[in-house]
């Protein structure tokens, strides 16, 4: 009996470490399975991504083409909303000056911006500045009369265009004519 017990022991034992030893073969082959089907997955990932790869870099190509587009764009209507036209203003200027008066020079500038750059000469760097829109108008103009002046004057202040209109100055040339130089101050900026 006590032999029988020792080979049912043995008997154990053995099963025991046979069963430890299938069990672990058994997990090693399901790894080496698993492990096999992750390898071809990831195969199959790969040859697809190297398919894709080309028409995603076209992708990303068109996505910065179309954003440098888009900024172009803006840029445009930036430019074109912040124009002014002065036509309006130039041709009422004009058809309100008196016979014996014609123009010489016509100037658009901010007072604001230009002493700013008569006090700003010593620095000479450019930088890029966004101008503000122009608030006077400088008219040059001759004259056969006084008179004439006055009245280019006294039209400019009835367009509704100007503040403020003044005659900076006049003064009789040699051919007999008067130069002069009006400043208009612009009533509003956005045209």
Same mark, same amino acid.
């Given at each position: 009996m006590v032999e029988e017990r020792v080979l049912d022991k043995r008997y154990l034992l053995r099963l025991a470490g046979i069963g430890a030893a299938s069990s672990l073969v058994a997990l090693y082959l399901a790894f080496l399975g698993s492990y096999y089907l992750t390898a071809n997955r990831i195969a199959h990932c790969e040859r697809q991504l190297r398919a894709v790869q080309p028409r995603a870099q076209k992708v990303q190509e068109l996505i910065r083409e179309r954003h440098r587009t888009q900024e172009t764009v803006e840029?445009?209507? !930036?430019?074109?909303?912040a124009r002014q036209t002065w036509t309006g203003l130039l041709e009422d200027v004009a058809s309100n000056l008196p016979v014996d008066t014609w123009l010489i020079r016509i100037t658009l500038y901010n007072t604001a911006v230009e002493e700013s750059q008569k006090n700003t000469q010593q620095n000479k760097q450019k930088e890029e500045i966004k101008l503000p829109p122009p608030d006077t108008l400088l008219i040059e103009g001759a004259s056969l009369s006084v008179?004439?002046?006055?009245?280019?004057?006294? !039209?400019?202040?009835?367009?509704?265009? $100007?503040?403020?209109?003044?005659?900076?100055? $006049?003064?009789?040339?040699?051919d007999g004519s008067l130069t002069f130089c009006i400043r208009a101050e612009l009533e509003r900026t956005n045209r």
């Open positions: 840029a445009l209507q !930036n430019v074109l909303g008179p004439s002046i006055g009245v280019t004057i006294k !039209n400019l202040t009835s367009l509704g265009y $100007f503040r403020r209109v003044r005659l900076e100055e $006049f003064r009789r040339v040699e």
